[in-house]
């Protein structure tokens, strides 16, 4: 009797360490081992099942873990839980949905995964509707799922609704409503709510003290931290991370040290800051001192690798992992797309086995970064399930392509926009030219709902100066300072270039003199407004002003200084800018610096120092260049150099049809007839179409666009009687007009 209850015992002991070891080969990502394990068994429970369904669904092997459950012997309701949480980790929720209604039982537990499911894939209405079937609803847990959902959407108000509705409330309740406000940057609202709770727990804490970290108040998230009563471990990797977020590592690090207790996640939050702040040899020294490590310490260093470009310890790094984790797999990925090695980026993502999303999404990012948009289309398409990341970064990738109908098509196409979505849209208008549909669609992003922010307005700001809009420029500078951005350096570097480009230079000094934190770019733009308005010596001076605030002048300063000092006719002023380049700023000249010193001395009538310095230059010549030189030949009359430019130019530009033209009519000024026919007979046979001019006025708060020979339409009619009246008013008039104040 004894030997026979020992063998029980030890049966059963056995069978718990197997069905243990199972669940960690899991965790570790282990999957083949874990199966290996699990088909050796001779003796399985339902714990047994559950366990390898569990190991299979949190790999991405959701097929393999629903061919398992339907093979189960016997079911418990843990196991049929364990199959919807499967699904809703791989994001099936018909499958989920389906489970749910053949369950023999249910629990709480059950009603709260089916709710996520459908709130994690948007469907809130189903959510709702499910919420309201429950027949507890005194559980605060269901409840808590439906608030967690709408504000992984960013859908506060509505969570505030559901947290109102409540009949009960927990602890946790009250964190996730917290939690709301802290993670959209609502820290007022979230102080007084945090001031509300009846009760609060160290997470209440540490979401206030997160919130103040990720909204860059460092001072007031060390208050609420040294307030804190009874801190642990996630409060200090909290406050040391923000620490390293924010360049400041050295305090980081001295409060590493004095935590009382560390444990591998504090390990990895201080090598994380290294890492950040590109110190790799002082993360590896932490690294190899660490007592253990996990998956996310190996990860954070190879991604400290691939960050300073240092490929090959990465890949070293990768390669000395215990076992292979997708996370420092996809860090590798990113690594080599970056460096354009994508072969070796889509040699490791063909190697890997249970990709997640981000891995996907990773590859897909690696494709559009480098123009690659029909692979990254063709993996797109491959995968089953598509989360908002993925849409944008098609939208994206096709915007930085030039394909815009592609990327709208797409951004028509998907259901759940966010505000990456919409920039991504209205910044590759923008980056297009194509500046009327820019505000077309910040215009509907607007009356959709959706909050613009810095990247939207420095996009829709770029498309006005560009059109010189003054009037609708306005009117976003108004929503601006509305919503709070007008401290923003992004937006107040294109509010100052709008108001420049517009001629309004009062105000392009008044948004610059009131920007608490100026930057190279601020300088760099209101330089560029000076020259843009014929005061060379202005921008000159700004220069000089730039170097007695102490902000370095980079090579854009001297493009638009240069070009002012061009258009001013300053050219003693320019030399010695250009020599103060290298000497003094230790800064190497480039082609677009020789274009505006060509430029410069071309309009001075130096036709021959011009091309002499195009022949003595460091770099090649680019259109900018030999477009200066040829202008310069053609008003001197030097029609022999003109022609020689015109045809660097052809070498360059060959689709251009305005090269052509311009060729041609260079022969036809020396009388060479026969060469102006080949000219135009090469403009037709290589099908190059001169690009028809364009101008546009801006009325009402519309911008009308006017195309040379368009003269199908009404509205134009009407403008060009319009037009035609301003002109003959303008011509017999002696009075100066006067801009708006």
């Known amino acids: 009797m004894k030997t026979r209850l020992r063998s029980v015992l030890e049966n059963g002991t056995l069978l718990f360490q197997q069905n243990s070891k199972i669940t960690q080969l899991g965790k570790s990502g282990r999957v083949e081992e874990a199966r290996k394990l699990f088909d050796q068994m001779t003796k399985r429970n339902t714990v047994t099942f559950n366990s390898m369904i569990s190991v299979y669904a949190k790999n991405t092997r959701i097929n393999d873990a629903l061919n398992l459950f339907d093979k189960m012997p016997q079911r418990n309701l843990v196991s049929w839980n364990t199959m919807i949480a499967g699904c809703l980790h791989n994001h099936r929720v018909e499958i989920a949905r389906h489970l749910f209604d053949q369950m023999p039982q249910r629990d709480i537990f059950t009603w709260t995964l089916m709710i996520t499911c459908y709130t994690r894939n948007g469907e809130f209405e189903k959510a709702r509707n499910l919420l309201y079937m429950m027949p507890d609803k005194m559980s605060p847990a269901c409840w808590n799922a439906m608030i967690s959902g709408y504000l992984t959407y960013g859908k506060v108000k509505e969570a505030r609704q559901v947290f109102d509705e409540m009949p009960v409330k927990d602890l946790v309740s009250w964190n996730s409503m917290l939690g709301g406000y802290t993670q ?251 500046y009327p549909d820019a505000f077309k669609y910040f215009i509907s992003m607007i009356q959709n709902g959706n909050k613009p922010d810095d990247s939207t307005y420095a996009s829709v700001l770029s498309s006005c100066a560009n059109l010189a809009t003054l009037q609708l420029g306005t009117q976003v500078h108004v929503l601006v300072v509305k919503t709070g951005y007008e401290q923003d350096i992004f937006v107040t570097n294109s509010l100052i270039t709008l108001y420049a480009k517009c001629g309004k230079m009062a105000s392009a000094e008044q948004v610059f003199s009131h920007t608490p934190r100026v930057d190279v770019v601020s300088w760099n733009s209101l330089i560029n407004g000076y020259a843009l308005n014929g005061n060379g010596m202005e921008a000159v001076r700004l220069l000089d002003d730039m170097e007695v605030a102490g902000v370095s002048p980079d090579e854009v300063t001297f493009v638009e200084v240069l070009s002012a000092c061009s258009h001013a006719g300053l050219i003693d002023q320019g030399f010695r800018l250009f020599e103060s380049m290298s000497q003094k700023y230790f800064i190497q000249p480039l082609t677009e610096h020789y274009a505006c010193m060509v430029d410069l001395l071309a309009r001075a009538g130096r036709l021959e120092a011009a091309f002499q310095m195009v022949n003595e230059m460091n770099t090649d010549g680019n259109a900018g260049i030999w477009g200066a030189l040829l202008d310069a030949c053609r008003v001197r009359k030097n029609l022999k150099m003109a022609k020689f430019a015109a045809q660097k130019l052809l070498e360059i530009e060959p689709e251009k049809g305005s090269n052509y033209v311009m060729l041609s009519n260079i022969n036809a000024e020396m009388g060479w007839w026969e060469v102006v026919e080949e000219v135009r007979g090469s403009l037709k046979e290589r099908r190059a179409v001169k690009q028809p001019g364009c101008s546009w006025i801006e009325v009402q708060n519309r911008v009308h666009a006017f195309v040379s020979g368009d003269k199908c339409w009404l509205e134009t009619m009407i403008f060009c009687g319009h037009l035609r009246a301003l002109m003959a008013h303008i011509s017999n008039t002696d009075e100066t007009l006067v801009d708006a104040p």
């Open 184 to 434: 959209t940057g609502e820290m007022s609202l979230g102080l007084k709510f945090f001031e509300e709770m009846p009760v609060k727990d160290v997470v209440s804490w540490n979401l206030m003290v997160d919130g103040f970290v990720e909204v860059g108040d460092l001072d007031s998230a060390w208050r609420f931290f040294k307030r804190m009563p009874h801190p642990n471990v996630v409060s200090w990797v909290t406050i040391l991370s923000g620490l390293g977020r924010n360049g400041r590592v050295m305090e980081a690090r001295r409060l590493f040290d004095e935590m009382p207790v560390k444990n591998v996640v504090s390990w990895n939050a201080m090598i994380a800051a290294y890492v950040q702040n590109t110190q790799i040899d002082e993360a590896l020294k932490l690294f190899d001192e660490m007592p253990e490590r996990n998956v996310v310490s190996w990860t954070t260093m190879i991604n400290g690798y691939v960050r300073v470009g240092k490929l090959d310890e990465a890949s070293h790094l990768l390669n000395q992992m215990p076992y292979k984790n997708v996370g420092a797999q996809t860090a590798m990925i990113s690594g080599f797309a970056q460096n354009k090695k994508i072969d070796k980026a889509r040699e490791i993502f063909n190697r890997i086995t249970n990709r997640d999303m981000v891995c996907w999404n990773t590859m897909i990012a690696g494709f559009a970064q480098n123009r690659l948009m029909d692979e990254a289309l063709d993996l797109f398409n491959q995968m089953v399930r598509k989360d908002i990341v993925s849409w944008n970064i098609m939208i994206a990738g096709y915007a930085q392509a030039g394909q815009m109908d592609k990327a709208l098509a797409l951004f028509e196409e998907t259901k759940h926009k966010n505000i990456v979505t919409w920039n991504s849209l209205i910044s590759g208008f923008t980056h297009n030219g194509l």
